[in-house]
């Protein structure tokens, strides 16, 4: 036994110096992604993601020279410093997440953390950065409580509910201009937290550009049955539609539009059932024209997007998505921010951070930009809508980043 | 015009619901006991059709035949090796042991097809048939029609045919029977056959029109539970005419009132007429 404890002396004190060895020249980054469990795939990928993205920053990597940072290896004002990802399970339980910040922090000594895809994980262990006082940086959890709690070492890269919702309305106030009616809108939503705050979120960005609700619909997801919504819908005819649903709602919504012969004029699925791969299978023949939102575009050939899925598919073996997306997009923000403070020391990242303002040229996700304001929220997130036609989403607003021209009205099935 | 397509539209899905609920009645009135694990043998009869349309095209026909055969063998099976142990345990026993199935089968589904949703192709049975005005879904029409007839059929089966009246022989007095020379475990292994072929027949069927997981069971079988107990313990025709009440009373109330509301006046009436008539609407006092 005291042999034992011996030994594990031993290695312990040998992993100890090799990290103050190579503490000097690399720039520690604490990672919390839920690698098992419900969401382990989405952790996984994530991560992936952000390897590449800090492959892109520690090689030179001259033909993506418009993010900050890709052309030249390393950090140059760091003397060439590199980023090494410490990333660490929290199994989407937020008190691992807490248990995993706080180990990361006092143990790795990481400079800032990055995390976490749940809302809920990213809820609590923000709460341990803010304690120690280390940034934690925020790529993808969109829960508006995330943020306005007063902490001052939250930064959230990544678009959330308002932002989408104001978006979807910008797109109708677009088709006003070109002479379409978008007057009336309806809004159908599941009834558990996701679908009532989208829907919320939505009510509020509609009042505020002057468009009326003519439906506002409430379902149980799991319901068996969607005729009398959709013959609601079918005599209300609104102008446009926003479904807020699950994978299995939503392809019954599909379904039982065609059975019943409606069609309307625009239909705009919000993320979650109607980017569900399932969806697309089951009703994209009956569903063309449907509007969804993605942060992410692949663009054209040769762009950095295009070079950035290139390497990511080669890794992974399937295409980059949004939400691996914003990750990465987060640790380039970071990254630019650690090498413009010139430091480690969490203050300085923490105020080159508040100084950020990253113009979407500079962006590999189509945020109009990157500037936060006093919550640490980036006050230009924004998102693509991205339209079905056959079995793929084209990014068709704005116009500005449009791969396709936009298909109007909804063709469904015909 | 609108109220009528919301009527056909509820009387659509209660067909629907009556096809789920007659395996389910069929058991417990022959048994007494009741099968909590039916819907995920509904969910098993899905999936059957969803693989013999993938892998052998089977028409709709083909494969509603083919996942009753399956399930029938499948009820058959689970009554030898399980049911017909667990009978001579308590009540609780009986319970546990089908909720038991029902885990096991649900989980063994997620091990076998994954938690994502698969569908059969929109369209099998033809577009919507128009009546007046009035736009019927034809998967759900077919639906209603073979709850139909299924129903006639368990129900002439058990009051026309010897098979039919040894079976209810045994569900009233197993001792009684056995001294006529009637075999209970061969009848009762046959009426678990037989709801396990209706769950298998409604499961190909529903399909033809609603997503297919592996917790797709949980989305109907509560309503199966309302609808056996409002229709009577046991009664076949029950089943019928009270899946039709529930997916109406579903479609109007969630029509006028708003789709989170419908439970509301499905379990109120539900409550409604347990207190007067608590034996259900046909069954036996």
């Known amino acids: 036994m005291k042999k034992l404890m011996l030994i594990a002396g031993a290695v312990t004190m040998g992993l100890g110096l090799a990290c103050g060895a190579t503490a000097a020249d690399t720039v520690k980054i604490g990672v919390i992604m839920p690698l098992s469990g419900n969401s382990g795939n989405a952790g996984k990928s994530a991560v992936a993601a952000l390897e590449i993205a800090a492959q892109i920053i520690n090689e030179a990597h001259p033909e993506m020279k418009n993010l900050p940072l890709a052309a030249g290896a390393g950090l140059p004002n760091l003397g060439g410093a590199k980023i090494e990802l410490v990333v660490a399970d929290h199994q989407g339980n937020p008190s691992e997440g807490q248990n995993q910040t706080l180990r990361l922090i006092t143990q790795e000594h990481v400079v800032a953390m990055l995390g976490s895809y749940h809302s809920n994980v990213s809820f609590t262990a923000t709460a341990i950065a803010e304690r120690y006082g280390i940034p934690f940086i925020i790529g993808d959890s969109v829960a508006a409580n995330i943020t306005g709690r007063g902490f001052q070492w939250v930064f959230r890269t990544t678009p959330i509910a308002s932002d989408f919702a104001n978006n979807y309305m910008e797109f109708l106030s677009d088709l006003k201009k070109e002479g379409h009616p978008v007057g009336n809108i309806a809004v159908v939503f599941e009834n558990t937290d996701y679908g009532t705050s989208v829907a919320g979120t939505v009510r509020e960005a509609a009042k505020a550009h002057g468009l009326n609700i003519v439906a506002d619909i409430t379902y149980n997801a799991n319901g068996a049955d969607v005729s009398p919504q959709v013959i609601q819908l079918k005599e209300k005819k609104p102008d446009a539609i926003i479904f807020i649903s699950y994978t299995s709602d939503a392809i019954l919504y599909m379904k039982t539009m065609k059975n019943l012969d409606y069609l309307p004029r625009v239909v705009i699925g919000d993320d979650s059932g109607f980017s569900d791969p399932a969806f697309i299978t089951a009703v994209g023949d009956i569903a063309q024209g449907s509007i969804n939102r993605s942060a992410w575009d692949v663009g054209p050939k040769g762009s950095t997007t295009y070079l950035i899925n290139e390497m990511y598919t080669k890794k992974t073996g399937h295409g980059l998505d949004d939400t691996s997306g914003r990750n990465m997009q987060a640790l380039f923000v970071l ?48 998102t693509y809508l991205i339209q079905l036609f056959g079995k793929d989403y084209i990014a068709v607003w704005p116009p500005a980043k449009a791969q396709h021209k936009l298909a109007y009205p909804f063709k469904g099935w015909k | 015009m609108i109220f009528l397509q919301v009527i056909a539209g509820g009387l659509l899905i209660g067909a629907v619901y009556a096809l789920f609920s007659a395996g389910l009645t069929l058991v417990w009135g022959m048994m007494n006991v009741i099968n909590f ?63 038991g199935l029902l885990l096991f089968l649900r989980y063994a589904a997620y091990w076998a097809f994954s938690a994502n949703f698969v569908t059969l192709p929109e369209g099998l049975f033809g577009p919507s048939l128009n009546v007046g005005g009035i736009l019927l879904s034809a998967p759900k029409l077919v639906g209603g ?131 007067v008539r608590p034996h259900g609407l046909l069954g036996k006092a």
Request: cysteine-free.
């Open chain 1, 335 to 382: 990254a630019e921010a650690i090498n413009r403070a010139g430091s480690t020391k969490p203050e300085a990242i923490q105020k080159a951070l508040r100084e950020t303002d990253l113009k979407p040229a500079q962006l590999m996700m189509g945020y109009k930009g990157v500037k936060f304001d006093q919550t640490g929220q980036n006050t230009l997130a924004a």
């Open chain 2, 37 to 99: 694990a039916h819907g995920e043998f509904v969910m098993l009869g899905m999936y059957v059709a969803f693989w013999a349309y993938t892998l052998m095209h089977a028409g709709p026909a083909g494969f509603s035949a083919l996942a009753a055969v399956l399930l029938f063998m499948l009820g058959v099976f689970v009554y030898l090796l399980l049911i017909r142990h667990v009978m001579r345990g308590p009540m609780l026993a009986q319970i546990l042991s089908t909720f």
């Open chain 2, 145 to 275: 029609v073979v709850a139909l007839l299924l129903t006639l059929g368990i129900h002439l089966l058990l009051t026309r045919t010897a098979v039919g009246s040894q079976i209810l022989a045994v569900a009233e007095d197993r001792q009684a029977a056995m001294l006529m020379g009637i075999r209970p475990d061969r009848m009762q292994a046959l009426a678990w056959g037989l709801a396990g072929a209706s769950a298998g027949i409604a499961g190909a069927l529903i399909a033809t029109f609603f997503p297919i997981s592996p917790t797709v069971g949980e989305s109907l079988a509560l309503i199966a539970f309302v609808v056996v107990t409002l229709g009577g313990f046991g009664s076949v025709p029950g089943a019928m005419l009270a899946g039709l009440i529930v997916g109406l009373i579903e479609s109007l109330s969630a029509y006028y009132f708003g789709p989170v509301y419908q439970d509301v006046f499905v379990y109120g009436l539900f409550v409604l007429i347990l207190w």
